[in-house]
């Protein structure tokens, strides 16, 4: 058998020569003539085809694209947008390209997960085969640069050098932990080193000021009564009020009734007496202050319980300080320093796990360091209020049940999409001891075909079942128009399925090694990780990004349907509790730049539903999937 001059290996039959495959389809006749070396030859032989190509027929297309199909996105265009929307590199898709070339450069495998990678490659058929190195050619046309930005570089592309789950796993947690400082606090390598804020305290000692100097803006993300400059009622928005709801049913029709809290606050109120939301956490749970003077990496979190409570708790925070607000600004000719919500100095601080349930006043003390003593020390801040509550026993599930092409792709001239989606959902067990992620629950779709603009199709389907107990959830969703072509469509298909299964392979080895305790370090560094629901939101994230560069390197499908949604287990209780109100609507841009709208549908006990909704202006196209979450234990 010859061999591959680029690999010594065999050459698969694909590599040795070219390949036609006719597909016709006819109610007719069918005539084919055939040209022959020897006399008489009825019809002249064509000239000999030129030699199969070895790399992309274009930067990140490796599989024709089919005849009459509809126009693709170039790799170069979905290059960019995730070059824009991402400012974490990925681990696993640097992983995967070292697996690609280190393979099809005819490499033995040098430990456990190479075994198991390179057996299943092994098992691809010869077009799966030279699709996967061609895929490493697209990769290897990017700039250093862009793939600096996207490629987690602490993965070697030498392919003489083997790549192990401890390796993979150590870049993966690094990548996690980097989303989780975007997340939190808008710096990816903000969890390296904790900083102090500004000092922006003055002195008391001259006078009496009724001035808040060490202020709490926000808790987990809701304005307090401390916002500066000052709110009035009509600019807080429902969720950051307490409300009570009842289910009730309005022309057969079930809905909550939700009624504004006024008077015998649980918390803080404002100055109509409107009650400010206690936001519920759990015991375990990380929470985040955002203010003013957090200039103390020394600080700490006082919780007191409020009665019958007499629990009293110090605990350790987290302390990353803003050092991008000025410190000053000139008002009408005067320099004055910057004292309001403007400064965005944040604490965070993990719940003790046996905590017990109640109210309590959260309250940040910080040493004096400010240079006037006559503030006091320790420093401490106003109250702002939690509510510990018990830890949820319910079990969970979430479904989908339609797909809905609100509008096609376009050019609608050129046919119906052929659209497939794919869902992946992990368990994930996220604290201070611990990150796991449990075994895959996969979906995918039958392809939806000929659907135009208006079209519905049910999509009922079990996402996610949760069996046993759980801090969370990642969910992806993924949706592709490929294109109506047969042979173009299986190609895409196999390869993304193929691709699917590498990704199960490599993230149950990186749990694995996450699990047998490399990674173990003081509380102080996995703070971070206390934040369940960043946390989770950024495994999401990670796993979203991968399947996108990988599926651009090689083939011309469009993203049309792109999510990443992590949710803890606190965060179904409350979707499903009609002790609480509806959601707010939610709008936010994905990585490859679909521009995503959540909108609550119903809530009914035990039961929430909303629509999702993906639009894609690169495609011109508007998508919606309807999810239900249900309480079923």
Known sequence: MPTNPKTGRNAEPCETQCRVDIHIESHGDVNIFNCTTTPPRPEPCPPTPPPCPTGPIAPGQCVPLAIGAKPKQSFRTKLNSLLQNTRVPSAIAAGFFQHARRFSAGQSPANGLEAEVFGFFQTLTPDLKAILSCSVGSFDGTTKDERSRLFDSSISQDPN???????????????????VGVDVFNDPHALDQERPGLNRFFDTSGGESFEI?????????????EFSPPLKPSDYVAAELEQHCVPVVVNNVPKL?????????????????????????????????????????????????????????????????DLDTPLTEVV?????????????????????ADLPPAVYAVQVSE???????SLGDPIVSNSQFIRIAPPPTARFRIASETLTARQETSPASFGSDEVRVRVRSYPIIA???????????????????????????????????????????VMTIMGHEIDSEKAYREQINSF?????????????????????????????????????????????????LVVLLILAAWAPADIIIEDSLGFTVSDLDALTNTDLPIPAT?????????????????????????????????????????LRYNRVA
């Open 367 to 373: 040493p004096n360091v400010s240079g006037f003593p």
């Open 332 to 352: 009408g000719g005067e320099t004055k320093v910057i004292r309001d919500c403007r400064v965005h100095d944040r604490i965070t601080f993990v719940v003790p």
């Open 213 to 225: 100097q060490l202020r709490v803006c926000k808790l987990n993300d809701l304005r307090t009564n």
């Open 431 to 473: 604290n201070l001891t611990e990150l796991t992620l449990g075994a895959e629950q996969a979906f995918d779709s039958p392809e939806f075909g000929d659907l135009d603009s208006g079209d519905r199709r049910q999509m009922q389907a079990v996402l996610f079942d949760q069996t046993g107990p759980i801090d969370g959830v």
């Open 496 to 544: 993304t399925d193929a691709f699917l299964h590498y990704l199960k392979i490599t993230l149950a080895a990186i749990a694995a090694a996450i699990t047998a305790g490399a990674f173990a370090v003081g509380v102080k560094s996995l703070l971070s990780f206390a934040l369940a629901h960043p946390i989770i939101l950024a495994i999401a994230a990670a796993v979203v």
């Open 586 to 626: 939610e709008q936010y841009v994905s990585q490859q730049g679909i521009k995503v709208k959540v909108v609550p549908l119903e809530k009914i006990p035990t039961q929430y539903k909303e629509r999702r909704e993906y639009r894609s202006d690169e495609e011109d196209s508007r998508y919606e999937i309807v």
């Open 161 to 179: 050098v083997p790549l192990d789950a401890a390796t993979l796993a150590t870049a993966f947690v690094k990548e996690i932990s980097q989303r």
């Open 257 to 321: 009734d939700c009624q504004v809290q006024k008077g015998n606050c649980p918390g803080n109120f404002i100055e109509d007496t409107t009650c400010l939301r206690v936001p519920e956490v759990r015991a375990g749970d990380g929470v985040t202050l955002e203010g003013v003077n957090f200039i103390s990496v020394d600080a700490k979190v006082r919780l007191t319980g409020q009665p019958p409570s007499t629990v009293v708790r110090e605990v350790d925070a987290f302390v990353f300080g």
